[in-house]
């Protein structure tokens, strides 16, 4: 019998630091390691995580397509965008819609316009 394993999705990025600076300064994601071809000024491509989420970053031309859509399960939805709130992000203050299909989402865009949807069930929100 088989079995499937936890999905990375690798996500295009066009400015290395405005990534750095979204992913890491704003969300919260942790910088796990990166990678340069013959360093220097080659693209880079970098892992970086938060909890079980792990995300491939890539300026690599052909590595994943720009505006990709990715959804990530989150626990206590509420209490990460208080924290992402306090923060005064200058380029996000984002918020939570109830959908019908039974989640509540918050869905963020980063600097090359990937769109992050963080999800949780209704039912885990009312629990809380």
């Known amino acids: 019998m088989y079995t499937l394993s936890r999905v990375t999705p690798i996500l295009r990025i ?19 390691w990166e990678h340069r071809f ?26 994943g397509s720009p505006g990709a859509s990715i959804r990530i399960a989150v626990r206590d939805l509420d209490g990460y965008q208080a924290t992402l709130l306090a923060k005064s992000f200058k380029y996000s203050r984002p918020h939570i819609q109830t959908m019908p299909w039974g989640t509540r989402e918050m869905t963020i ?20």
């Open 14 to 32: 066009f400015d290395e630091a405005k990534a750095r600076e979204f992913y890491i300064d704003f969300l919260g994601f942790k910088l796990d």
């Open 38 to 63: 013959e360093g220097g000024d080659f693209p880079v491509y970098m892992q970086v995580s938060l909890g079980d989420c792990v995300l491939h970053l890539s300026e690599h031309y052909g590595d």
């Open 109 to 128: 865009r980063d600097p090359s316009h990937n769109r992050l949807s963080f999800e949780e069930p209704v039912a885990e929100a009312d629990a809380s």
